[in-house]
């Protein structure tokens, strides 16, 4: 099993980034995925989830109408569109593969599988 986040980078307040999460090793359109994000010094904390078909999204309150979660079931890929960034969103950002349902995706014990992280650092 792998998730391979990719996309993050050095991004200017105000202005947009869009990552990427490659899946391989597990029936993909089965598993509910998310991204979570962990900042300097903090816990790991979520920031958005999608169902398996891609018909239900769950954002955090601090992303919620600035992100936007999508996946391709054929390419095995979860998408994380952000925009309108802030510095407080400089984390490392990490994908995460469930076989649950949305009620669980805030959950990080919830999640079975995880990528390695993309670093995202905004400027102020």
């Known amino acids: 099993v792998q998730l391979v986040e990719s996309g993050g980078g050095l991004v200017q307040t105000g202005g947009s980034l869009r990552l990427s999460c490659a899946a391989s090793g597990f029936t993909f359109s089965n598993y509910l995925m998310a991204w979570f994000r962990q900042a300097p010094g903090k816990g790991r904390e979520f920031v958005a989830a999608?169902?398996?078909?891609?018909?239900?999204?769950l954002y955090a309150d601090s992303v919620k109408g600035r992100f936007t979660i999508s996946r391709d079931n054929d390419q095995s890929t979860a998408i994380l569109r952000m925009t309108a960034v802030k510095p407080e969103d400089t984390a490392i950002y990490y994908c995460a593969a469930a076989g649950g349902g949305l009620e669980m995706a805030r959950a990080e014990h919830a999640f079975e599988y995880w990528g390695q992280g993309t670093q995202v650092t905004v400027s102020s």
């Open positions: 999608i169902n398996w078909g891609g018909s239900k999204e």
